[in-house]
């Protein structure tokens, strides 16, 4: 699964493609745990447009990227959701309390 990463005054952004299911799932939270910790950002984006498959291994990886924020005190969006994914984060609820656009 890859994700490529940039950051920007402060800023990082991941771009997320392929299939984001229980096989790809660990290796992007590492990812993201890795690459929080390293910029300290106050703004996480999660770019989802490469994105052709998710299933709940998307959900915890938005959780816990929300969850890694929160504890650097950073705010995090999540945007180009694919209709396919916007329907399982909807199913579970995230619009609540991750801000999708």
Do not use: Y
Not at 47 to 61: E, P
Not at 64 to 75: C, D, I, L, N, S
């Amino acid at each position: 699964m890859p994700v490529n990463c940039t950051e920007e005054e402060r800023r990082l952004t991941a771009a997320v493609t392929g299939e984001l299911d229980h096989h790809g799932a660990k290796a992007v939270m590492e990812e993201l745990d890795r690459r929080i910790d390293a910029a300290l950002p106050r703004e996480l984006t999660l770019d989802l447009g490469g994105l052709t498959f998710t299933d709940s291994s998307g959900i915890a990886v938005l959780l816990r990227a929300h969850r890694r924020m929160g504890q650097v005190r950073g705010a995090m969006r999540v945007i180009n959701t694919p209709g396919q994914a916007e329907k399982v984060f909807r199913a579970a609820g995230l619009q609540r309390i991750i801000r999708f656009e």
